[in-house]
Every structure is written in structure tokens, then in C-alpha cells.
Nanobody, 122 residues
Framework: QVQVVESGGGLVRPGRSLRLSCAAS????????MGWYRQGPGPQRDMVAT???????NYADSVKGRFTISRDNAKNAVDLQMNSLRPEDTARYYC????????????????WGQGTQVTVSS
């Protein structure tokens, strides 16, 4: 059982900044990677940024240069600093955790938070 909780969403004006936070807790051996995904008006959920346990970062083209993902392995947490926000960034942002829950099999499973709403509007 792994619990994933996001925080930091809200209503902001274009050009402003927000910082989202995500923390994982529960029974797991280790976390392989953590990331942020978002779902706008449509049904699809798109990758925004991910970071592996080794610190390898990956960003969607639409957020490169504006968003920065960071991790705190000791706290099993990941943040997303969002700068120069645009109306098209409006979405519900979800944190995804890929964790190993069994030290013998080393099997990995993904866990999702409930999401936090980000609305960029004037």
C-alpha cells in the first residue's frame, strides 16, 4: 500500500508561478521514479515532468524552460516549480510514483495521487 498526496494547486494569473508538492508514504522498498502528469478539458492525461531515483529529468516540450522538477529522496517527495504560467497550463495535476514494494521480486508498480487543480486565468 502506497499513498500519494499532492498539494500546492490554486488559481493564478498568467505569468505567475506555483509550486506543487507530492509526498509518498506507506509500505515500499524504494521509489524508482516520480513524476507529474496533467489532465485538461479532454480525457487524456499527459506527462509533464518525471525524475528518476538517479536524478534523470524528462520534460514535455510545452513546459521546457518554464517548469523544474526536483526530488527529496529522504522524504520520498517531489516538487514541480511552475514559472511563467499560461492559460493552457490549466489542468488537474497528478503525481505518479513508481515504487518497488517487494525486496525479493523487485517488482515495480505505479501509484497515483488524487490530483490538485491548477487554473491560470486573468
Amino acid at each position: 500500500q502506497v499513498q500519494v498526496v499532492e498539494s500546492g494547486g490554486g488559481l493564478v494569473r498568467p505569468g505567475r508561478s506555483l509550486r506543487l508538492s507530492c509526498a509518498a508514504s506507506g509500505n515500499f522498498v524504494s521509489i524508482s521514479s516520480m513524476g507529474w502528469y496533467r489532465q485538461g478539458p479532454g480525457p487524456q492525461r499527459d506527462m509533464v515532468a518525471t525524475i528518476s531515483s538517479g536524478g534523470i529529468e524528462n520534460y514535455a516540450d510545452s513546459v521546457k524552460g518554464r517548469f523544474t522538477i526536483s526530488r527529496d529522496n529522504a522524504k520520498n517527495a517531489v516538487d514541480l516549480q511552475m514559472n511563467s504560467l499560461r492559460p493552457e497550463d490549466t489542468a488537474r495535476y497528478y503525481c505518479k510514483v513508481i515504487a518497488v514494494t517487494n525486496y525479493m521480486t523487485r517488482l515495480q508498480y505505479q501509484y497515483w495521487g488524487q490530483g490538485t487543480q491548477v487554473t491560470v486565468s486573468s
